[in-house]
Every structure is written in structure tokens, then in C-alpha cells.
């Protein structure tokens, strides 16, 4: 299957979890309000194409506590990883360094902080950084 919306992973995601996970991450706490909120407010977003632009030196770098990224897109806090993944949060500190990007460590990771930074270490030393 080929990404490429939001609909398109919600998808392919319905096809690769057991209904427990599934159910679990297309929920949100309490009433859900603040996930309906946040879905109208994703939907009111326009792009808004600029047509014939010389795009051929854009940079997305910036950087983000003194640290330079690739991009100002991060990962979020996401809770209960390894429901979806085995290797779970720190499969996604893995992704994120491979993108040089960042990413934030939810409270409810079910990866120690500890395993966590074991892995985006190992990760850097085989690199050589």
C-alpha cells in the first residue's frame, strides 16, 4: 500500500494491529473532546501552493535547545509504543536520530528513559559521533 494522507496510515494501521492497540490509539482521554478539537482544528488547515518558486536552496534546518535539527517537524509524546512495536520507543529515538530530528519521551512510555537513551547512544557510536 502506498502512504500518502493520514487516511492512507489509519488504514494500513487497521490492517496491522490487534483490535486492543487499534481501539487504544484511536482514542483519546475521557470524552475524547480535546481529540475531536484537535482533528477539526488538523482539518481547517489549507497549504497553499506557491506555483513557478525556485525551491532549489530551501533548508528546513533550525535548531531546537541550542541543538541544530533538520526540521522543526518532531515526534511527539506517544504513549504505549511497544502495543504497536516490540522495539517500540526506542525504535522511534532510532528514527528520529536517523532523521536528525528530535523527539519527546511520553510519561507513559512503556521504555524506560534509561533504555531509551541507551539506544539513541548506541545509535550515535556506531555512527562515530
Known amino acids: 500500500m502506498i502512504i500518502v494522507s493520514l487516511d492512507d496510515y489509519e488504514r494500513q494501521t ?3 494491529l490487534d ?3 487499534l481501539d487504544y490509539y484511536r482514542s483519546g482521554a475521557q470524552d475524547m473532546l480535546t481529540l475531536r478539537d484537535n482533528q477539526r ?3 481547517r488547515i489549507q497549504l497553499r501552493p506557491r506555483v513557478l518558486t525556485d ?7 533550525t535548531t531546537l535547545l541550542n541543538t541544530p535539527i ?3 517537524i518532531c515526534i511527539a509524546p506517544t504513549a504505549m509504543q511497544r502495543m504497536a512495536h516490540a522495539e517500540g520507543e526506542c525504535a522511534t529515538v532510532r528514527a528520529a536520530l ?5 523527539m ?6 512503556t521504555t524506560s528513559i534509561e533504555d531509551v537513551a541507551r539506544a539513541a547512544e548506541a ?3 556506531s555512527k562515530g559521533h
Open 14 to 16: 487497521a490492517r496491522s
Open 19 to 21: 483490535r486492543n492497540a
Open 41 to 43: 482544528a488538523f482539518d
Open 55 to 61: 525551491v532549489s536552496s530551501i533548508s528546513t534546518r
Open 70 to 72: 533538520a526540521s522543526p
Open 98 to 102: 536517523s532523521r536528525n530530528t528530535c
Open 104 to 109: 519527546c519521551l511520553s510519561s507513559w512510555s
Open 123 to 125: 545509535l550515535e557510536e
